[in-house]
């Protein structure tokens, strides 16, 4: 390649620094190429697919529920973060960013891949728990079924973290950019995402679904790498404040408030992830483990969270004792209202058959069968 072709003014993507040094985001790229390829049919032929079948149908009713609701969530999520990878690719082409192309060839990377992991959970859902998955909540409509509405909710978070990344697309500030990938890379990937992996390993002792564990394990090495990436973009900025280029002053408190506004959020999935646990292993802990549990939750949440801010980002505003304490009083505080696993349980059912209702009342006036809408 020509040298002055690959030179700053000329963005272009790979390693064009003199000295061979190799940019981060490329790698990440280059990498996804090599291993991130992982194909969704091969994995499919080669799977114990019967097996899951079969231990579908001896699980309980209340452990199908809880299996089907998560396979739900995985592939409404997956599809999420797919089609929002449009707006992450646009969103890193911003004067506030360095070497821009190779940040583009990241998130395309991710975007193919997210698309994978939407691949492989669409054809679970389809394949072995046929009408048993049910559209989560949010807006619009997902594989030709609407999604519940989430108005009654009281945190939104899906549509800020929707109205954050179209502003980001739209100004391509630092700040901007930062909450959006906070919101990206740090929660639903960083966070909320690995927290689910390792919770479902610990389910999977239970009711052993091994095609989607198998699935699971290539998805999280992927997942891995779209981690990485994001907590780099975050600090990049973040060096640039402490540079003290002006347009980047305050980039780190921008992403600490995200953090506050995201706790509530992982005190949620915390008691989620406990009363799932005690649904398919069918027995409800006693006052006391249950605080063990609790306390458990608190420390995965925790240490992920350090990782990432403490470690990585070394956010000189970062807290630990004092998001720690804040995860434990909301933990508290949504135990006061939604006390125990079978109000849990009746949340999911409710949610199913208002899904069915939705899809009967669709399938009547012709919405599903119309074509283009799966
Ligand atoms: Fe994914
Ligand atoms: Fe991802």
């Known amino acids: 390649m020509d040298e002055t072709y690959a030179d700053a003014n000329n963005p272009t993507y790979g390693a064009r620094f003199p000295g061979g040094h190799q940019d981060k985001f490329f790698e990440l790229y280059q990498k996804g190429v090599e291993i991130g390829t992982w194909d969704v049919e091969a994995l499919i032929a ?30 409404d999520g997956e599809q999420n973060v797919a089609i929002d990878a449009t707006k992450l690719v646009q969103m890193v082409d911003s004067p506030y960013i ?46 030709g079924l609407s999604r519940l509405d989430d108005s009654s909710k009281a945190d939104h978070f899906s549509e800020r973290i929707e109205d954050i990344l179209n502003t980001a697309v739209y100004t391509k500030q630092p700040h901007d950019i930062a909450r959006a990938a906070t919101n990206y890379g740090i929660f639903t990937e960083g966070v909320r995402a690995r927290v689910r992996y390792s919770h479902m390993k610990e389910m999977a002792e239970e009711t052993d679904l091994r095609t989607w564990l198998t699935a699971i394990e290539e998805i999280s090495t992927d997942e891995g790498r779209h981690i990485t990436g994001q907590v780099e973009l975050i600090k990049e900025l ?17 992403v600490l408030t995200q953090l506050q506004d995201a706790v509530k ?20 802990l006693a006052d006391e483990e249950f605080d063990d ?11 992920y969270l350090n990782d990432i801010f403490r470690e990585t980002l070394a956010l000189p505003g970062y807290d630990d004792d004092n998001i720690e304490l804040q995860l434990r009083a909301a933990i508290d505080e949504i135990r006061g209202s939604v006390p125990d696993t079978e109000a849990f349980l009746a949340t999911i059912e409710h949610n199913r058959s208002a899904a069915q209702d939705l899809r009967e009342y669709e399938d009547g006036i012709g919405l599903a069968s119309r074509p283009g809408n799966r």
């Open 265 to 284: 959020l992982l005190a949620k999935g915390a008691l989620g992830s406990i009363f799932q646990m005690q649904i398919v292993k069918d027995e409800r």
């Open 98 to 143: 360095d070497d821009s192309a190779n940040k583009e060839a990241f998130y395309t990377g991710l975007q193919f891949e997210e698309v994978k992991h939407t691949q492989f959970c669409a054809w679970y859902a389809e394949n072995v728990v046929p009408d048993q998955v049910f559209p989560t909540i949010g807006k619009g409509s997902r594989h």
């Open 293 to 303: 549990q609790v306390d458990h939750h608190v420390k995965l949440r925790m240490r």
């Open 238 to 254: 973040v060096e640039k404040e402490k540079d003290g280029i002006a347009d980047y002053q305050g980039v780190s408190d921008t």
């Open 46 to 75: 080669d799977a114990p697919v019967q097996q899951d079948k079969t231990e579908w149908k001896r699980m309980t009713d209340e452990q199908q529920l809880v299996w089907s609701n998560l396979v739900a969530r995985f592939l």
